[in-house]
């Protein structure tokens, strides 16, 4: 099993700088990728960044030039970090922390981050 905690959300004003982290722990030599997602009051959730293990990224076009996903690897422990500039209204959600299991193909959640810009 593989256990996410998320931090670092927080409130912020439009055009204003987060980061948010996620450290996972437990069996993380099943992990391979590792992204964040999020969800908006009254919508899907939905793609925001990913990296893999090789540091192969992908950003939701939203996102693009704005936010930069980064990832540290270590002996039984992997964190992935949410950088996020220039931030707008509309990407306030909760974001989650997500990572892929390469044996099962299941994927792991974490508990979610709030976070809220205000314009």
């Known amino acids: 099993q593989v256990q996410l905690v998320e931090s670092g959300g927080g409130l912020v004003q439009a055009g204003g700088s987060l980061r948010v982290s996620c450290a996972a722990s437990?069996?993380?030599?099943?992990?391979?990728?590792m992204g964040w997602y999020r969800q908006a009051p009254g919508k899907q959730r939905e793609l925001v960044a990913t990296?893999?293990?090789?540091?192969?990224?992908?950003?939701a076009d939203s996102v693009k030039g704005r936010f930069t996903i980064s990832r540290d690897n270590a002996k039984n422990t992997a964190t992935v970090y949410l950088q996020m500039n220039s931030l707008k209204p509309e990407d306030t959600a909760v974001y989650y922390c997500n990572a892929e299991d390469i044996f099962s193909r299941g994927a792991y959640w974490g508990q979610g981050t709030q976070v809220t810009v205000s314009s």
């Open positions: 437990g069996s993380t030599f099943r992990i391979n990728a």
């Open positions: 990296i893999t293990g090789g540091s192969r990224t992908n950003y």
